[in-house]
């Protein structure tokens, strides 16, 4: 089992920036892909961006061009910048993490954009 512990979230003004943070708590953290997700109220939970093992970056098309996400293998640690916040990015963001045969999630951080 690897549990998975989100960060980060909060209130921040239109156009603001925020860091989650997404800690694994083994070591195999690092062997896997970890991925963020989020769900706003109504809606399904929708794929915002991914980091593979080996580095390799993937984003979803909602806030494509406004975050950057990486990860500090040391830290058993994947963090995701979002920067141009919106009001409609008002969501419960999700960590995730495959492995080869397993998969995890996190509890979610909440982040509020307000107008």
Avoid: H
């Avoid at 003004?13 to 892909?33: E, P, W, Y």
């Avoid at 993937?58 to 061009?65: A, I, L, R, T």
């Avoid at 979002?82 to 999630?105: H, V």
């Amino acid at each position: 089992q690897v549990q998975l512990e989100e960060s980060g979230g909060g209130l921040v003004q239109s156009g603001g920036s925020l860091r989650l943070s997404c800690v694994g708590s083994r070591s195999i953290f690092r062997a896997m892909d970890v991925g963020w997700y989020r769900q706003g109220s109504g809606n399904q939970r929708e794929f915002v961006a991914r980091i593979t093992r080996s580095g390799i970056t993937e984003f979803g098309d909602s806030m494509k061009g406004r975050l950057t996400i990486s990860r500090d293998n040391a830290r058993n640690t994947v963090y995701l910048d979002m920067n141009s916040l919106k009001p409609e990015d008002t969501a419960r963001y999700y960590c995730n993490a495959r492995g080869f045969t397993e998969e995890y999630w996190g509890q979610g951080t909440l982040v509020t954009v307000s107008s």
